[in-house]
């Protein structure tokens, strides 16, 4: 079987997904979606940790706990249906590049719902844990990449100038159409450091 990759650029509910192989040396993008990562799509779930400030603190946790459960039962619906949906086309489907943000730790949850700072990052990270759980379900070797470094390390493991790189994965994207923004992009570059 050949290998293949999967790439996550995350936002509040939802996320950029791109599955990736390596042929003779050069990536090719598989498939592509964007994933939900809540079943009710509206700012009081895509945002948790916001929504659950405004409720009594045994409520907001609670709250979370929900949602937290919802997240990652999604992310491994997701991830499950792209390896078998791979496997089928010859793919073994073992590992993923997810990226990251500042990367902050986070304290207790009543300091979190305690500084409207903290809650930006605790949501920011909440759907990225999500889907680093299910990963870890599905047996994917994960490769977390803080998203500020991903293009000077993706310039020194490809041996790419920033320009020549973003255009290969522009062109990658091509035959899939709109929309393959820097989301699809930048996921498609984070398969591919996974596949290095």
């Known amino acids: 079987m050949k290998q293949a990759a999967l790439g996550f650029r995350v936002h509040s509910g939802w996320a950029a997904l791109v599955a990736v192989t390596v042929e003779k040396g050069s990536p090719r993008v598989l498939a592509r979606s964007r994933p939900h990562l809540v079943e009710t799509f509206t700012y009081q779930f895509r945002q948790p940790f916001h929504t659950a400030e405004k409720m009594p603190f045994d409520k907001g946790g609670e709250f979370i706990s929900r949602v937290k459960k919802e997240a990652r039962d999604l992310s491994?619906?997701?991830?499950?249906?792209m390896q078998s949906d791979l496997q089928k086309q010859g793919y073994k489907l073992d590992r993923a590049?997810?990226?990251?943000?500042?990367?902050?730790?986070?304290?207790?949850?009543?300091?979190?719902?305690?500084?409207?700072?903290?809650?930006?990052?605790?949501?920011?990270?909440?759907?990225?844990?999500?889907?680093?759980?299910?990963?870890?379900?599905?047996?994917?070797?994960?490769?977390?990449?803080?998203?500020?470094?991903?293009?000077?390390?993706?310039?020194?493991?490809?041996?790419?100038?920033?320009?020549?790189?973003?255009?290969?994965v522009t062109e990658l994207g091509r035959p899939y159409g709109a929309p393959w923004?820097?989301?699809?992009?930048?996921?498609?570059?984070?398969?591919?450091?996974?596949?290095?």
Request: aromatic share 6%; hydrophobic share 45%.
């Open 181 to 196: 923004s820097q989301d699809e992009k930048f996921a498609t570059l984070a398969a591919w450091m996974a596949m290095a």
């Open 76 to 81: 491994y619906c997701t991830i499950h249906e």
């Open 97 to 168: 590049g997810l990226l990251l943000a500042s990367g902050k730790t986070l304290p207790a949850l009543e300091k979190i719902l305690a500084s409207h700072a903290l809650i930006h990052t605790a949501d920011g990270q909440f759907f990225r844990e999500a889907l680093l759980h299910a990963g870890a379900r599905c047996g994917l070797a994960m490769n977390c990449i803080k998203e500020k470094e991903l293009l000077d390390r993706a310039t020194q493991t490809f041996r790419l100038k920033p320009e020549g790189l973003l255009r290969r």
